[in-house]
């Protein structure tokens, strides 16, 4: 299993970003998918789920209303678009599936 994140930046506060995750090594299609970051000095923090099949989605209580989630399985990558992007969104993040974590990618959220 390969994950590689990719989109991350430096973003204002109340800026958007879109972060991308390009699966290999498994089927893409046939397994749920989620987003997990670390900010700094904290432990790991659940963001988002999407589900195979329906596509069924799950999202922190903090980010919802602001992150989406969506999969393109046609192209084996995962998205997460972040909108009225805050401070406390600053942090690593990293794309998942069956405990797998691939290489993840910085957001900063500052003015």
């Known amino acids: 299993?390969?994950?590689q994140a990719s989109g991350g930046g430096l973003v204002q506060p109340g800026g958007s970003?879109?972060?991308?995750?390009?699966?290999s090594g498994f089927t893409?299609?046939?397994?749920g998918l989620s987003w997990i970051r670390q900010a700094p000095g904290k432990g790991p923090e659940w963001?988002?789920?999407i589900k195979s099949g329906a596509g069924s989605t799950y999202y922190l209580d903090s980010v919802k209303?602001?992150?989406t989630i969506s999969r393109d399985n046609a192209k084996?990558?995962?998205?997460?678009?972040?909108n009225s992007?805050?401070?406390?969104?600053?942090?690593v993040y990293y794309c998942t599936t069956?405990?797998?974590w691939g290489q993840g990618t910085q957001l900063t959220v500052s003015s």
Not at 28 to 31: A, E, L, M, P
Not at 76 to 82: A, D, P, R
């Open 85 to 91: 992007l805050k401070p406390e969104d600053t942090a």
């Open 47 to 49: 963001v988002s789920t």
């Open 1 to 3: 299993v390969q994950l």
């Open 17 to 23: 970003l879109r972060l991308s995750c390009a699966a």
């Open 76 to 82: 084996n990558t995962l998205y997460l678009q972040m």
């Open 65 to 67: 209303g602001r992150f």
């Open 28 to 31: 893409f299609g046939s397994y």
């Open 98 to 100: 069956g405990g797998s």
